[in-house]
Each structure stands twice: as structure tokens, then as C-alpha cells.
């Protein structure tokens, strides 16, 4: 699991694609420090293994699936990443639950300056949207950013300017593909509500929250 916290820009040293995986190689620093092989690096948002570390980088096995829907698949050598170990027991949560399991890409479809903050605004498509949710939480190539807004196809989030520095903020610009990954918190309320979601026949109903107490008021 991760925070949304990043730790610092890394850059993609060389992406392999074979018949039945990929290896990307990342250039980084902070990183590498107390990571061991099989230890977990989310790369822009993709929680990928290590499975191998050298002078100044560390490379981890991918699927041909994991490059196409991603960003991974557009990225070439030289490209910036965002990098985040996985969240250690005593570590801080700084941002909110990011898992590492990118939900879809988006498109930035405009960035400008807000005061000391700049507003990054993303295309996405309804699938993503449904659960991108005012003031709620969303991981834009694994940073954890609150929405500002929203509207059918897309929505924005407010980057204070420490953010914009330490990550790939201060790279982007309109046309960029970016990781995207919803709050997982809202996935979960939804597969207990809807019974098409749950594979159940029937969801959350007044009855069962009678059950354990629940009473409507008039």
C-alpha cells in the first residue's frame, strides 16, 4: 500500500517489452535506500516488484497488459517518474489509501496558475468519473491530489506549489497521459450497495439497516 506521498522523480531508464512481460528500469535515488529485492515501488502510480537493483537504479517485471494500460506505454528513456516505497508499518500517512492499481488513464486537458497553486485539469472518461467525487481523494501518476472540481468528462485539482516541486507536476503539459486510481474507499460502498456489483441478489436494504438499528426520520 501506498500514501500518495512521493518521494522523488526518478527517470525511466530502459522499458523492455517481450513476448510475455516487460523490465523497466528506473533511475533513482532516495529509493533505493533500505529496498531489497521483491520490495514494492510505485512508478507514476504502478505498483511494480523490484527484481533487481544496480548503481543508481532498480528494474521490475511488468506485464505486456500492465505497459497498455497504463502510461508505462507511452513513456521512453529519460521520461520523469514519480516514486513512492510501499508504506512501511511505522511510517506517516500523509496522503490517503493508494494501492498501486491504476483504474485508467487520463489526459491533462489544462494547467494554470491559481495564486500559489496551480490547477491541473484532467479528461477522464465515466468509467473513472463515477467515483471521482468533490473534495475527494484521487492519485494523478501516484500523487495524492484532492478534486477541486468535477464536470461530466473530467475533473481538477488545486497543487500547492511544494507538491508541483518535488514531483512531475512541474513537467506536465496539456496532452500528457497521465495514471489515474479512484479512491478505493468509494469502490467498496459501491459493491455493498449495488447488487449487480456485489453478485449478490440484493443490497443494502431499510430492513437490513433496521436490523442493526437504523431508523428513518419523518
Do not use: W
Amino acid at each position: 500500500m501506498f500514501t500518495g506521498i512521493i518521494e522523488e522523480v526518478g527517470a525511466i531508464k530502459e522499458i523492455r517489452v517481450l513476448q510475455h512481460s516487460a523490465v523497466v528500469s528506473v533511475s533513482a535515488d532516495r529509493v533505493l535506500d533500505g529496498t531489497d529485492i521483491g520490495d514494492s515501488i510505485a512508478v507514476n502510480g504502478v505498483c511494480l516488484t523490484v527484481t533487481a537493483i544496480g548503481d543508481g537504479y532498480f528494474s521490475a517485471d511488468a506485464t505486456p497488459e500492465t505497459i497498455s494500460r497504463t502510461s508505462l506505454g507511452f513513456m521512453e528513456r529519460g521520461d520523469r517518474v514519480n516514486l513512492e516505497r510501499a508504506l512501511s508499518a511505522d511510517g506517516r500517512f500523509g496522503g490517503h489509501i493508494v494501492m498501486g492499481h491504476v483504474d485508467g488513464r487520463g489526459n491533462v486537458s489544462g494547467i494554470r496558475r491559481d495564486g500559489n497553486s496551480v490547477l491541473l485539469s484532467i479528461e477522464a472518461g465515466p468509467d473513472l468519473m463515477r467515483y471521482i467525487v468533490m473534495k475527494g481523494s484521487v492519485a494523478v501518476d501516484g500523487i495524492s491530489l484532492t478534486v477541486a472540481g468535477t464536470s461530466s468528462s473530467g475533473f481538477t485539482v488545486a497543487v500547492i506549489p511544494h507538491t508541483a516541486d518535488v514531483t512531475t507536476v512541474r513537467y506536465m503539459k496539456n496532452g500528457d497521459t497521465v495514471n489515474l486510481e479512484t479512491d478505493i474507499v468509494g469502490k467498496y460502498v459501491e459493491k455493498l450497495i449495488l447488487p449487480e456489483a456485489s453478485g449478490k441478489s440484493s443490497g443494502i436494504t431499510m430492513e437490513m439497516l433496521s436490523m442493526y438499528g437504523f431508523t428513518e426520520e419523518r
